[in-house]
């Protein structure tokens, strides 16, 4: 069974570029970076040696269904044969199925890393394999074996669920009335972050932490989708999109600081590559400050 009549093609980003498959099925087309943007998935994180800067997986969409009155139904089960089971049941009522799972297992995947946040839409099956869209840079519209994609959504681990599965049912949301909402409580998410590993705290510490990390960070970062210049492109992309359809200052300013905090991002990313951790530490203890003030401008955002 293969759905018919799927927008079977991927972005940049994992979770958005799902939730794009499952939105435009249900007669919702929206960009890459309003997506990123309303669902407020702005973040930052550095854990060991991962480097993340997003929210938490699942988090954005959440946050984007009840800003958007959209219905999300998501299901977890501890039986791969349930699981599956779910994913069937979705399937047959002709609508596209987000799931959660660690992307090592997957056969299309060239780069063998273990991680548990990834999310993928799967719009058919047939007796061997699973067909799923996943992120421009992953290939798209793609395939794995069924065994595969069971090994992967029943990975236990860091940021791992339990056989994940979501669906998005739409009506007719009012993007403009979201916008004020979705940047303040990102913004305010972002500077309240509880521990220092986090928000702007989070990349001053990086900034006492790069030297321990390895060159492949920075590779990961800047091309693997966990952080890195990606989010910052999105979310810069998303205010120009917001003051398209709303006027606000604070919107305007917060804009032109994203446009030259992406681009930051990608220096820090090269001088990781390139073992220059000095280099990288001096950019992202600025950034610290940069971020810090951007998000305070959008606690102004008064629309």
Request: aromatic letters at 6%.
């Amino acid at each position: 069974m293969i759905l018919q009549d799927i927008s079977a093609h991927g972005t940049h980003h994992c979770e958005t570029s799902t939730v794009g498959v499952l939105l435009r099925s249900a007669g919702i087309d929206l960009s890459e970076p309003m997506l990123f943007g309303l669902g407020s998935g702005l973040g930052f994180v550095v854990w060991g040696g991962f480097v993340g800067g997003r929210v938490k997986p699942l988090n954005l969409t959440r946050n984007l269904a009840a800003r958007l009155g959209l219905e999300l139904s998501v299901k977890e089960t501890g039986s791969p044969r349930k699981a599956w089971q779910n994913v069937l049941a979705e399937l047959a009522t002709g609508r596209p199925v987000g799931l959660q799972l660690d992307c090592y297992h997957l056969e299309y995947f060239t780069s063998k890393i273990h991680f548990g946040g990834h999310v993928v839409a799967i719009y058919g099956y047939d007796e061997q394999l699973a067909y799923l869209v996943d992120t421009e840079q992953q290939g798209g519209a793609v395939a794995t074996s069924l065994e595969s994609l069971a090994a992967a959504r029943a990975q236990r681990g860091p940021m791992t669920a339990r056989n994940l599965s979501f669906t998005l049912d739409g009506g007719t949301p009012d993007v403009a009335a979201a916008v004020g909402p979705a940047v303040r409580a990102n913004a305010a998410d972002f500077l309240a972050a509880p521990i220092s590993n986090l928000g702007y705290r989070g990349i001053a510490k990086m900034a006492t932490l790069v030297g321990e990390l390895s060159p492949q960070v920075g590779e990961l970062m800047e091309r693997g989708g966990t952080g890195g210049a990606l989010f910052r492109n999105l979310y810069r992309d998303f205010l120009a999109e917001c003051l398209t359809l709303v006027h606000d200052p604070a919107l305007s300013a917060a804009h032109d600081m994203y446009a030259e905090i992406a681009l930051r991002w990608t220096d820090v990313a090269e001088a990781i590559s390139t073992g220059s951790p000095e280099q990288a530490a001096q950019v992202l203890r600025d950034l610290a400050v940069r971020e810090r003030v951007a998000m305070e401008t959008l606690t102004n955002v008064r629309v």
